[in-house]
């Protein structure tokens, strides 16, 4: 919000399909990260990346991948090595110092 | 403090009275600390922050309290109202460290008309 855009707000996956949820952001953060929440749970980090061409895997990174060529974006790609992708995905970007600010999230369903 | 596989605890207050939301962070060298506000559906808002240097800090009908001999943070709402009604949820940081937050498990807060 204020800056953040995530896109699509809804997303549907087939099993076995790799799908890419984008977020950019216009407020000239450096660092960007994505987090997973599952329904009536708390966030999980899942990648993070304070700089271009530089990122972090997170606490749940296993079956996701991002990369941040500009400081602009920072996909996240969500692959088939994911057993279950369903879950509301947030952005987030972050001057030093200063709290994180969120995006609107993007809630993925696997049909 | 850790949230992963636990479900959200809950808190309910009636409208007017005053919310207390606690939250157990993790690092003791954290040193500066934020609280969210999450509706349904939505991305977390800001709300307020401290940094390690304060004990308290207030803002508009929030206060903020930091014990960092437990490690202990606190939210207070003043005259909860409806729209209070969301997730709370706190996050730390290591300023040294980068901007890397750390989140806290979250409360559901209820207000009850």
């Known amino acids: 919000d204020g800056g953040i855009t995530q896109s699509p707000k809804y997303l549907f996956r087939k099993e076995g399909q790799n799908v890419t949820l984008s977020c950019e952001q216009n407020l000239n953060h450096d660092a960007m990260y994505w987090y997973r929440q599952d329904p009536g749970q708390g966030l999980r980090l899942i990648y993070y990346?304070?700089?271009?061409?530089?990122?972090q895997k997170g606490d749940i990174a296993e079956g996701y991948s991002v990369s941040r060529e500009k400081k602009e974006s920072f996909p996240l790609t969500v692959t088939s090595a994911q057993k279950n992708p369903t879950a509301f995905y947030l952005c987030?970007?972050?001057?030093?110092?200063?709290?994180?600010?969120f995006g609107q999230g993007t809630r993925l369903t696997v049909v | 403090g850790e949230s992963v596989g636990l479900h959200l605890p809950t808190l309910s207050v009636q409208e007017g009275d005053n919310s207390i939301i606690n939250c157990a962070y993790s690092n003791s060298a954290s040193d500066y600390f934020i609280w969210y506000k999450q509706e349904s559906g939505k991305g977390p808002q800001f709300i307020i922050d401290?940094?390690?240097?304060?004990d308290k800090r207030q803002g508009q009908r929030v206060t903020v309290l930091l014990n960092k001999t437990v490690k202990h943070l606190s939210l207070q709402i003043a005259a909860t109202q409806p729209g209070d009604s969301a997730v709370y949820f706190c996050?730390?940081?290591?300023?040294?460290?980068?901007?890397?937050?750390?989140f806290g498990g979250g409360t559901r807060l209820m207000v009850k008309p």
């Open positions: 401290i940094r390690s240097n304060m």
């Open positions: 987030a970007t972050s001057p030093r110092g200063t709290e994180a600010f």
């Open positions: 996050a730390e940081t290591l300023n040294n460290a980068g901007n890397m937050l750390t």
């Open positions: 990346s304070q700089i271009v061409n530089d990122f």
